[in-house]
């Protein structure tokens, strides 16, 4: 049997030690969350230089990234590899805007499967332009505005984005610094093989394009971008329904003089978006699966793998998904 | 003063305490680590449904991406969106292969910039193959399958991924569970919009394809996988250099009998890969700013935006750069 002035010290140490021990679960437990974000961000196989820790996408300004598109047989895979670019942007919402009655479901799945915060909007031409040139990229672009002046942050930054075109992620970041409204060269354009604004001592003083023609703001639509803020405050700006000269008409109700556009990518001597096109391709048809001979084919994986393909039931209503 | 038996009664309870802290300290740990990786995974502007906790990718088979590639004005604009896909892949080391007696330095620096493991080659055709069709893709590949059975780990698989297809990223994860020799639909694939081999009862019993031809493996370079034991397991497995005849030749000499390969994405059911197609597009040059009248153009950004377009300062050696 130990004293009774032991048993106090031993008492008094072994308090010290709990108390010293939930001290240290607490730092441990800081400590730990802080190294496991790191862990979780830098692990290999996924090094990506513009990753973003939660605090800095909490604050960074979102863009909306307008996607017109209508349904063809490259549809999938072009909004495919453009949602796996658009997963590698911090704060972006997409709107992917259909030439259509009703939106589809092909799209609505893939758009799903995205993890993105999207909007789908269904926008066909009128009834009369049906099958013309004339109404292409300017309804559907149209709808994606409308929701835009109803739905979207202040301070925000639009930008339309096709679905063919090939992005740098490098260009969302010169989207987001966007003021009013800024440009930048996009590759692949026409007989030049790029479209840029020209710059002379920091400012646009003109647009090397090959297609003049009379254009005050000769871009390509993937060269420029505006913030929400601006497009706010221009009530009537929207696209006209004129051939070739959606941007032109576009940029110019904004009403902002060339002289105050600004440039970016490193004062427009970078290309960081290119304005590709995908080759037509073939549909898959159930004829081919005749003609082919493979008359047996609803017992083998064919008959499922062209319901998938040709799988189009429509879908009623847009919809939204945002986190 | 408190008694003898009392303070022994008190020393006794807050052992007990001290025991359920430190257990409680050991949980608390487990649990914060468990919590900051799901919140870091899934904060907003990043949700990405395939996203892999560390744990995980380190014990992931490595897929080695195998790309060849050639120097033409969409070359920038497809590699770019190809690495923006493989960047959400976890676990893959891609190997690009030109076309080339030097590796390019744009590639180069596309590659650095990518943060992705990576290795690059030159591999040009013989000079009594250049400017004809036969040589196309072939000894890049040659070179790349030499670097794998040099330099890949035993447990990893192949993939040949074109830069101009669209690859959705569930196909990876499809791609690495291959034992021997894996194979998927293609979409896009000629006149009948796909290439898929058909799948009887869970076996591979055929192939549908436009492309007959007398080819026993009908299939497109962007159908199958293999796993590197297998190609090491097959010293003399090579391309041929026979126009049209890459698959066959290549799966031939793998040695494994149609009905062993293994069906993947749902049974030959799902489309997760597209042949998809850039259409040529026109090469900037400094004639076009002659001709356009920008004489006075070393004045403007046009003159650095073209150098930065023109550049193809051949690098000399190949480069690995693994993390």
Chains 1, 2 share one sequence.
């Not at 005749?290 to 209503?317: F, G």
């Amino acid at each position: 049997m130990v004293s009774s002035k032991a048993l106090h010290m031993i008492l008094f140490v072994q308090s010290l030690i709990l108390l010293f021990a939930l001290r240290r679960m607490r730092y441990t437990g800081e400590l730990v969350l802080r190294h496991a974000q790191e862990m979780t961000v830098n692990h290999p196989g996924e090094k990506q230089p513009e990753i973003h820790l939660r605090n800095e996408v909490l604050t960074m300004r979102p863009i909306y990234v307008v996607t017109p598109t209508y349904t063809r047989p490259t549809q999938m895979a072009d909004l495919t590899r453009l949602s796996n670019t658009l997963r590698l942007v911090p704060n972006v919402h997409w709107i992917v805007s259909e030439d259509r009655v009703h939106i589809s479901k092909p799209v609505q799945q893939l758009l799903e499967h995205s993890g993105l915060s999207y909007t789908q909007l269904a926008a066909p031409r009128p009834a009369s332009l049906v099958g013309k040139v004339i109404g292409r990229g300017v309804f559907n672009r149209r709808a994606a505005i409308a929701w835009i002046r109803e739905n979207a942050s202040e301070d925000g930054v639009i930008y339309f984005a096709d679905d063919d075109n090939s992005y740098d992620t490098r260009i969302f970041e010169e989207i987001r610094q966007t003021v009013r409204v800024s440009v930048f060269p996009v590759g692949l354009v026409l007989r030049y093989g790029v479209s840029s604004p020209i710059i002379e001592n920091g400012k646009v003083v003109g647009f090397f394009d090959a297609f003049q023609a009379g254009r005050k703001y000769a871009m390509d639509m993937a060269g420029f971008a505006v913030s929400v803020n601006h497009l706010l405050s221009k009530p009537n700006a929207t696209f006209p329904a004129r051939v070739s000269y959606l941007e032109e008409g576009f940029v110019k109700s904004l009403e902002v003089p060339v002289t105050e556009l600004e440039p970016r990518a490193e004062m427009c001597t970078r290309v960081w978006v290119w304005h590709t096109r995908t080759e037509k391709a073939a549909k898959p048809s159930l004829e081919n699966l005749k003609e082919a001979d493979y008359l047996a084919y609803s017992n083998t994986n064919l008959e499922k793998l062209h319901k998938h393909l040709l799988e189009d039931s429509s879908a009623d209503k847009p919809t939204t998904n945002m986190p």
